[in-house]
């Protein structure tokens, strides 16, 4: 190690502070993902109560359309 001198202890710190802020930004990137995913299958929760109120009203509609009949 007493070849290496100031710049090669001030590269390997670079190096290291790059390495981190990688695997930092990385996790960040998967937790943004596994978020993203939850929001979707929260997105197809709703669609899929929002066909079945659809549904409700479509029955709803046809009884009073024979009801006035």
């Not at 939850?38 to 929760?45: E, G």
């Not at 109560?49 to 009073?64: A, G, H, Q, S």
Request: proline content about 1%.
């Amino acid at each position: 190690m007493s070849n290496i001198g100031i710049p090669g202890i001030i590269l390997i710190i670079i190096v290291f502070a790059l390495i981190a802020l990688f695997f930092l930004s990385f996790s960040a990137f998967i937790r943004k993902l596994l978020k993203n995913s939850d929001k979707s299958h929260n997105q197809t929760n709703i669609d899929s109560r929002l066909n079945r109120i659809e549904d409700e009203l479509r029955v709803i509609n046809k009884k009073m359309d024979n009801r006035d009949s």
